[in-house]
């Protein structure tokens, strides 16, 4: 099974500075990772598919790179809106168990 | 519009059974992988099961045995049936199409979840 870890496990940021969170994967997915943000009450919404590709109608300040076992969600500039809980998920095709990391909470400085 | 709504949670004794629904508007559920995830009290999240397009399903070590996911294609929607539940079954049960449509993209969308509490 791969395990996915997310680091750190909260992250203190100002309004209108970047914030950068990590995700790391026991083994390599390729590009088969996803990060969604959660805020309370809130089902999950998907931000990036691919490692890299924003989901439809995610502002351009949220951006994925990375790839293999390493990976990286950086928020520019962080608006009000984006303080919340961010998990990383892989979907590697086999075997057919998609886990998520235990995620990072993003909170107000 | 896409969208998924979830129903059937509630309180359940342990040992006992419950059935999830998840009806699907926008897009056709037997033509995607559909998973369901769920996220105890408190907690992160945790995948559940999915189904294939195929109909082949897979699920968690944690309810392999005890839960079953399935599909009526007439009614667009989604099951999930939990058997020989435990207090650690409790938790809000989501479902979402992924992470396969017509490309490997992720859990989008999501639906509102049901909450599963599973207490004597």
């Known amino acids: 099974e791969i395990v996915m870890t997310q680091s750190p496990a909260t992250l203190s940021v100002s309004p209108g500075e970047r914030a950068t969170l990590s995700c790391r994967a026991s083994?390599?997915?390729?590009?088969?990772l996803a990060w969604y943000q959660q805020k309370p009450g809130q089902a999950p919404r998907l931000l990036i598919y691919?490692?890299?590709t924003r989901a439809t109608g995610i502002p351009a300040r949220f951006s994925g790179s990375g790839s293999g076992t390493e990976f990286t969600l950086t928020i520019s500039s962080l608006q009000s809106e984006d303080f919340a809980v961010y998990y990383c998920?892989?979907?590697?095709?086999?075997?057919?168990?998609?886990?998520f990391g235990q995620g990072t909470k993003l909170e107000i400085k | 519009e896409v969208q998924l709504v979830e129903s059937g949670g509630g309180l359940i004794q342990p040992g006992g059974s419950l059935r999830l629904s998840c009806a699907a508007s926008?897009?056709?559920?037997?033509?995607?992988?559909m998973s369901w995830v769920r996220q105890a009290p408190g907690k992160g999240l945790e995948w559940v099961s999915v189904i294939y397009r195929g109909g082949s399903t897979y699920y968690a070590d944690s309810v392999k045995g005890r839960f079953t996911i399935s599909r009526d294609n007439s009614k667009n929607t989604l099951y999930l049936q939990m058997n020989s539940l435990r207090a650690e079954d409790t938790a809000v049960y989501y479902c979402a199409r992924g992470p396969y449509s017509s490309s490997w993209s992720g859990f989008d969308p999501w639906g509102q979840g049901t909450l599963v509490t599973v207490s004597s």
């Open positions: 926008g897009f056709t559920v037997s033509s995607n992988y």
């Open positions: 691919g490692a890299s």
């Open positions: 998920q892989q979907y590697n095709n086999w075997p057919p168990l998609y886990t």
């Open positions: 083994q390599s997915l390729s590009s088969n």
